[in-house]
């Protein structure tokens, strides 16, 4: 959502059905180690989730497709799925997002702000802190009028511990 990684020509703000944003995968790689887990996010089963939806040319279509995957598909915690989007200003397109796979060894279901909190505080991975890929997120949600009741108490923990 604040790192695309790719070239793109138009971003909205967007929401799926049937999925939300959680701190739902123990991270072995980019924010901590298979010995020392951190927290990344997934999309999870049910609800709702407000996010980015970045438009590509055709041109690049195959190349962010690849960087995607070179980048998420890491550990293949994820399932690559299409997934119907409202955007911002009410079409509806179809987008490539990677939904979290509950029967990966890394999915960590739902956890409590705390115990989110306690695994963020020690993650560190090949990509940095954990407690800076927290904090990222929680800025640009903000900047972006996005309240995540849990994603904000794991910050605010954080930051007070």
Known sequence: MWR???PYVDLQTARIHGYHRALCVWSWVYRGTQSKPGLV?????GGSCIGRAFR????NKIDAVNYLYEREMVT???????????????QQVTALT?????AHAQYAGKLSAE????AVLH???????????????VRHLDELGIR???LHRVDAIVRSG
């Open 4 to 6: 695309p990684g790719f």
């Open 41 to 45: 996010l997934g999309l999870d089963m």
């Open 56 to 59: 590509v040319t055709a041109a």
């Open 76 to 90: 293949a915690v994820y399932v690559p799925t299409f997934v119907p989007v409202r955007l911002n200003n009410r």
């Open 98 to 102: 990677f939904v979290v796979d509950r």
């Open 115 to 118: 115990e989110a909190a306690e």
């Open 123 to 137: 993650g560190c991975g090949c990509s940095g802190d954990n407690t800076d890929y927290v904090a990222n997120t």
């Open 148 to 150: 995540d009741r849990i």
